[in-house]
């Protein structure tokens, strides 16, 4: 008697009795099974009766036999283990119920609370918008953080790479861009996290929870622990969330990407799995078509925007390496995180001379953003080049101009900090956003000299210009 399945992770309740087939092969992850009745599609979602193996055709070996990946752990699985074809790929719930979860690549809730009470299931593999549909009006997206908006400003419906390390403040700043998104644009954040440590995961949590920010945002994992294919999909679970609140509630939302070399690394093993041939470094062979799949549902349209921070780990600082090569042809925007700047107490730890963004001319920013912008970058330039100097004949030794360069230099770092809400509780300063009109007057003002005579303490960790006291 054929036996029918009830699990429904993807979507309402699938048929799954009119095909099954059997496990005739296990390779690690890669999973070989024969079907005599009917061949599964590529991308068709197997599952055993039980419902506790999860897998994905990625391969049509010949006229009966399949190739697939696994989701999820594949113990107790053996050669002749009955498997089930749901008949459709893997779907999640969407639906305005979806805020302040946590859910996997399948959709369900991680946070140990009810599955949320969503009436539509949608397949993770959309088409991207047509050209015709987009909508291309290069607008800067204002994340309220000073040194973002002044020397890396973001395109609404572009993509930025947020660069660092462990320890460097990405975190503080993912928390931040969400609550700000939250409360100036009055939109939805999505966090997906890929190949991340768990622990990273539930602290990301915890500190949303604590904020008040979670309620905000749709929470999206697959962490390191998990199978290479559940890391390798997970974004596009993620995407097809922000992109029901894109185009039904008609948000601007803002996608986060913890981390996108992560999905690379996924695709490269479970391309190894699969037996295709490495490409350059070790990489698979379609590399640059799995992240333009995934980069290019990333845009703007007539109902709202999709706007995304991806960090990208460049592996041992390599920027000619494919990986981090390929994520530069997407990306609008480069925010670099420096540990150094980290260590001496500037927070956001952004580089400023590093960062960068195709937005910053005059064309999209505009004369007065742009003239700002190049002025300060040419101070901070012409103080780097200086530090040498000052470190072995000191700052007497320099000319007059020069150390009034070093003087507005000085001063430009520290008004270039800012308090931030999600770090309330820890520093004990209250949190604070400022609009890109307040952060270029404040940087007018110093490069002119108004707080030449001002200590340089004066204007660390404060918000306007307006806030800097003498002490």
Known sequence: MEEENTFNSTGPKAETSINVGAVTAIYGSIVDLQFDKKQPAIRNLLCTPDGLVLLEVAALIDVTHVRAIAFTAIFGLCRGSIVHDTGASIAVPVGPALTGRVFNVFG????????PDCLEFRGIYQKPVPLKERTYKPTIFETGIKVIDLLSPLERGGKAGLFGGAGVGKTVLIMEMIHNVATLHHGTSVFCGIGERSREGEELYRELAKVDVLKNAVMVFAQMNEQPGARFRVGHTALTIAEYF???????????VDNIFRFIQAGSEVSGLLGRLPSRVGYQPTLATELSEFEERICSTDHGSITSIQAVYVPADDFTDPAAVHAFNHLSS???????????????????????????????????????????????????????IIAMLGLEELSTEDRAVVNRARRLERFLTQPFVCTEHFTGKKGCR???????TGCERILDDAFADWPEKALYMIGTIDEARKT
């Open 108 to 115: 369900n809730p991680l946070d140990k609370k009810k599955p």
């Open 246 to 256: 894109r185009d039904d509630e008609k948000k601007d939302v803002l996608l986060l």
């Open 334 to 388: 480069a925010i670099v995180l420096s540990r150094k700047r980290s260590a001496q107490g500037f927070y956001p730890a952004v580089d400023p001379l590093a960062s960068q963004s195709k937005m910053l001319n005059r064309r999209y920013a505009g004369d007065r953003h742009a003239a700002v912008a190049s002025s300060v970058r040419t101070v901070l330039a012409r103080y780097e080049e200086l530090k040498d």
């Open 434 to 440: 400022v609009s890109l009109n307040d952060t270029l």
